[in-house]
């Protein structure tokens, strides 16, 4: 099952990249998404997984969907890029490979023989709400800011004009 999400994973990003279609670019996304979340089921990180549906998968995605639908450039076909855009983002993207590969190749990873404690709802729940070192509400906060102003942004952008 890794291979087959792992698999999944790669072809939908590189769809989602390379489709000139926005509404298909977003719904190669929504696979990918539910693809990771099909890796944290598999790595027994539900609590994980189930964030991952219900917020990316089930909210941003729906989100950039109704987006899409909000404008009016929703049949329009975004022009192939000249090979000024993409020898860059070819070469980026060759970077980022061989850095990933490296990285990971020079790493000497080893399992976990150490048994891990069970964590709780309580204390999920709380380091959710606790606001310190370890917790996760203030990076909660900055994200949905920051999916406001580019929500608002694209729809600023993709309003239709009327010169």
């Known amino acids: 099952m890794f291979f087959v999400f792992s698999v999944v994973i790669v072809v939908f990003s590189i769809l989602t990249v390379t489709s000139r279609r926005i509404l298909r670019a977003a719904t190669f996304l929504l696979f990918v998404l539910v693809s990771t979340a099909g890796l944290y089921f598999l790595l027994r990180f539900n609590f994980l997984a189930a964030i991952q549906l219900t917020l990316y998968a089930g909210g941003i995605v729906v989100l950039i969907i109704f987006s899409i639908l909000l404008t009016s450039h929703i049949s329009e076909k975004l022009p192939a890029p000249g090979w000024r855009k993409a020898l860059p983002a070819a070469f980026v993207a060759l970077f980022g490979l061989v850095f990933t590969s490296s990285v990971i190749l020079m790493n000497n990873f080893q399992g976990v023989t150490s ?32 999916l406001l102003a580019a929500m608002i942004g694209a729809i600023v952008l993709a309003k239709k004009r009327k010169d």
């Open 115 to 146: 048994t891990v404690e069970r964590t709780d709802i309580t204390r999920i729940g709380e380091s959710l709400l606790y606001t310190g070192k370890f917790g996760y509400a203030l990076p909660f906060e900055v994200i949905s800011i920051l």
